[in-house]
């Protein structure tokens, strides 16, 4: 099971929202290169990183600081937050990041998606799902910082993009982040038995050890951890042992 400590960033600073509300910010006040390498010390072997002024901006806002955390670590780092084009993913790929989220854009143009699917490969684009429920129950696609919901369902999406190479997804429910309430398990569940071939990262709510390993009996083949680690709701190093 891949677990991915996160570092959400604004104007450089670590910080995490609530159910992806920019009003609702809680500032970390931590050097985001210090986070990083504290977590390869706990035992990381991934991070994940969100640049959420690019997501508010439609581009790359903190490439420069990314990098810097890219070079200076070890760690595999996947990161997401605004990338519109090829020329962001590649800009990104020839720092050292090891994966690259596609969110809005896989919603927003997906001949340009499809295009950098086949460009880079599925070994370095991450679909990015971000999850609000319809009344019905239904998955939907959010985009743009999860300020837009579209009229797209998660599913739908991901057929959308297995046929060029799509074998990693993030899946974020935008309700159960930042709520330290655990995960939405019949979501992840339901989609790691609907599409087996794909690795879901599971993103939103994770708080304990014993909710990762619910996830892994679920066939689910990672996890996003964030607040409750600043909040030391959890040990990264024992996480990290979730296998």
């Not at 609530?18 to 809680?26: A, P």
């Not at 997401?80 to 896989?106: F, K, Y």
């Not at 460009?119 to 239904?138: A, N």
């Not at 050890?209 to 959890?234: H, R």
Request: hydrophobic share 40%; glycine share 10%; proline share 3%.
């Amino acid at each position: 099971m891949k677990i991915y400590p996160a570092i959400d960033l604004i104007q450089g600073e670590v910080v995490r929202l609530t159910k992806g509300d920019f009003k609702q910010k809680t500032k970390y006040h931590a050097n985001p290169l210090e986070m990083a390498r504290s977590f390869s010390a706990d035992g990381a072997s991934y991070l994940h990183i969100v640049d959420l002024d690019g997501a508010k901006a439609g581009k790359p806002q903190q490439t420069d600081l990314i990098k810097s955390i890219c070079q200076e670590t070890p760690l595999k780092i996947q990161v997401g937050g605004g990338i519109r084009s090829a020329e962001h993913v590649q800009e990104l790929i020839d720092a050292g990041i090891d994966r690259v989220i596609i969110g809005s854009l896989a919603v927003k143009d997906k001949q340009l998606t499809k295009r950098i699917f086949e460009t880079f490969s599925g070994d370095r684009i991450t679909l990015g799902l971000d999850i609000l429920l319809s009344d019905e129950g239904v998955p939907m696609v959010a985009t743009h910082g999860w300020q837009e919901v579209s009229n797209i369902a998660a599913k739908d999406l991901l057929e959308e993009y297995i046929s060029v190479g799509l074998n990693q997804v993030l899946c974020t429910d935008i309700d159960k982040d930042g709520m330290l309430e655990g995960p939405n398990f019949d979501l992840y569940r339901d989609l790691s038995q609907s599409f087996p071939d794909l690795t879901i990262l599971a993103s939103g709510g994770v708080s304990n050890l014993e909710q990762l390993k619910k996830l892994k009996q679920d066939n689910v083949g990672g996890a996003i951890i964030g607040k409750a680690l600043y909040e030391n709701k959890i040990s990264l190093s024992e996480a990290c042992d979730v296998k």
